[in-house]
């Protein structure tokens, strides 16, 4: 639940974020004009922090258990 819902933000955050800079021309691209040009690396970039806060989560519940 709480992994589906941080991955949930994400897309709707990057959703929000491609329909508001949208200037015409292709929706998706594989280079970006940020300081990280591949936008798959920009992608694992954005994924690892979500899975260090719910291994972090997880970790949490499994010592509250206990």
Request: charged share 10%; proline share 2%.
């Amino acid at each position: 639940g709480f992994l589906a819902l941080m991955l949930w933000g994400a897309v709707a955050m990057i959703l929000v974020d491609h329909i508001a800079g949208y200037e015409g021309g292709a929706f998706l691209k594989m280079t970006t004009d940020g300081m990280i040009s591949n936008s798959i690396v920009l992608g694992m970039v954005m994924l690892i922090p979500i899975f260090i806060i719910w291994g972090i989560s997880l970790l949490m519940s499994n010592v509250k258990r206990r």
